[in-house]
C-alpha cells in the first residue's frame, strides 16, 4: 500500500517568506508527527497530533511554526518569516491508533521528508 | 529527561564483517526503543523495535539488537556486513504515554569492499 507521502521535496525559499510543507499519511492512521532533521540539531520532534485530541506543540522551536490537521488526515506545517536556520529537512510520520497488543508501542512509519532552503 | 547516546558518529567495517552499531539510553523505567535506518536522501526505515516483549530483537536486513537493562544497552549488530548496508543508523527511545520519538545523533555506517 502507499506510505507516507511529503510535498514538495525539495523547497527553496527566501528569508522572511512563509512556507507550507504537507504530509499525508498512510490510509487509517491516527497519528501523524512532524520532526525536523538538521546538521547541528539531529532529529528533533515538532508536534503530534492523536485523532481528534489537542495537539502536542512541545517540540515547536517557535511562535513563527504552526501545523494543522484537517479532518484527521492530511497535516501542514507552516514556517512563517523564515529565517537560516530554519533550513533542514522535515520529516513527517504516521502510526495507528491501536496497539497490536498490550505492552506493544505504535510503529511509525516515515516519509522522504522535504528538504528546504532558506536563502 | 529521556535520552539516548550512540557512540560513533562514523563507523567503518570491511564487507562480510561483524557489524556493531552502539547506543545506550537514559530512562528511569524501561523505554520502548527503536532503530531506524536512513538510505541517502530517503526517509527513515524502522529496522527493529524493543517492547519488553523479548530482550533479543530480530529485525530486517539481519539486523538484530539486545536490550540489556543492567547496561542500559540496545546495541545493534550484523553478523556479516554488505554493501547495500551503507547508510545511517539511528537509535531512538521512547517512554510510554509520551508517543514523541527521541532521537540518538546518529551513525554513517560505511562499507569498505
Known amino acids: 500500500g502507499a506510505g507516507v507521502s511529503q510535498s514538495p521535496s525539495n523547497k527553496v525559499t527566501e528569508k522572511g517568506k512563509d512556507v507550507e510543507l504537507r504530509c499525508d499519511p498512510i490510509?487509517?492512521?491516527?497519528?501523524l508527527y512532524w520532526y525536523r532533521q538538521s546538521l547541528g540539531q539531529g532529529l528533533e520532534f515538532l508536534i503530534y497530533?492523536?485523532?481528534?485530541?489537542?495537539?502536542?506543540k512541545s517540540g515547536l522551536p517557535s511562535d513563527r511554526f504552526s501545523a494543522e490537521r484537517t479532518g484527521g488526515s492530511v497535516s501542514t506545517l507552516t514556517i512563517q518569516r523564515t529565517q537560516q536556520e530554519d533550513s533542514a529537512v522535515y520529516l513527517c510520520?504516521?502510526?495507528?491508533?491501536?496497539?497490536?497488543?498490550?505492552?506493544?508501542?505504535?510503529?511509525?512509519?516515515f516519509g522522504p521528508g522535504t528538504r528546504l532552503t532558506v536563502t | 529527561a529521556q535520552s539516548v547516546t550512540q557512540l560513533g558518529s562514523h563507523v567503518s567495517v570491511s564487507e562480510g564483517a561483524l557489524v556493531l552499531l552502539r547506543c545506550n539510553y537514559s530512562?528511569?523505567?524501561?523505554?520502548?526503543l527503536f532503530w531506524y535506518v536512513q538510505y541517502p536522501n530517503q526517509g527513515l526505515q524502522l529496522l527493529l523495535k524493543?517492547?519488553?516483549?523479548?530482550?533479543l530483537v530480530k529485525g530486517i536486513n539481519g539486523f538484530e539488537a539486545e536490550f540489556k537493562k543492567s547496561e542500559t544497552s540496545f546495541h545493534l549488530t550484523k553478523p556479516s556486513a554488505h554493501m547495500s548496508d551503507a547508510a545511517e543508523y539511528f537509535c531512538?527511545?521512547?517512554?510510554?504515554?509520551?508517543?514523541?520519538?527521541?532521537f540518538g545523533t546518529g551513525t554513517r555506517l560505511t562499507i569498505i569492499p
Open positions: 510520520a504516521s502510526s495507528p491508533g491501536t496497539l497490536e497488543r498490550e505492552g506493544d508501542s505504535y510503529e511509525q512509519y
Open positions: 490510509s487509517g492512521h491516527t497519528a
Open positions: 497530533f492523536q485523532g481528534n485530541s489537542a495537539p502536542d
Open positions: 530512562s528511569s523505567v524501561p523505554p520502548y
Open positions: 524493543y517492547t519488553s516483549a523479548a530482550t
Open positions: 531512538a527511545v521512547k517512554r510510554e504515554g509520551n508517543e514523541k520519538l527521541t
